[in-house]
């Protein structure tokens, strides 16, 4: 019975996986079976421990298969003056690989999105506010990095709203021209923002 045979099981789980449809499935678990049994059996070990291990840190509610708070919020040597809120724990490792942030993160979980029912109880705006009443009173920056799409605006201004009482500073992500680009090819929603948010060069002060 093909529903009881391993490699079908496998090929059926595999094609679960988000962006990878039926085909994708067959060929990934041939490549498995054909050319790498040893990935096979680490990928299985690693599957199964952080399924098991696999948790919200309590600090930032990043992912983490640490005990306790994650790898970044048990760092010394991060500057626990600067917070940098995002949607999804892919943006920290995004934001980490560019070397240009060495502060805390909170991540969301998601963006508010009314019309799918993703309210503000279904992110961890509740987890924020506290952190920034209680263990991290001393954050000075909120750095706004949500996505530069409808939501991620939506959400970067809900949470500006609810931030400025808090007497900490806040700021966004800038967000225009991809390095390499080409402006004929931009969209105008980019362009008119990366030109509203021009910044200094030299001695010259836009207005
Ligand atoms: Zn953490």
Known sequence: ?????????LVKQLSRLPGIGERTAQRLAHYLLNENRDLMKSLAKA??????KAHECPRCCNLT???????ICANPKRN??????????????AIEKSNEYSGLY???H??????????????RVKALMSRLM???????????????TVDGEATALFLARNLDQSGVRLSRIASGIPVGG??????????????AERREIGGFRPV
């Open 110 to 123: 998601g963006t508010l999105a009314p019309l799918s029912g993703v309210g503000p109880e279904q992110l």
């Open 80 to 93: 626990t003056e600067l917070l940098c809120v995002v949607a999804r724990p892919e943006d920290v490792n």
């Open 1 to 9: 019975m093909a529903g009881t045979d391993p490699i079908a099981v």
């Open 65 to 71: 298969a640490q005990e306790g708070v994650c790898r």
């Open 106 to 108: 909170h991540v969301l």
């Open 134 to 148: 209680g263990e991290d009173a001393g954050v000075s920056e909120v750095v706004l990095a949500t996505p530069p």
């Open 47 to 52: 599957l199964e421990s952080t399924a098991e």
């Open 182 to 195: 080409q402006l004929q090819y931009t969209d105008k929603v980019t362009l008119a923002r990366a030109l």
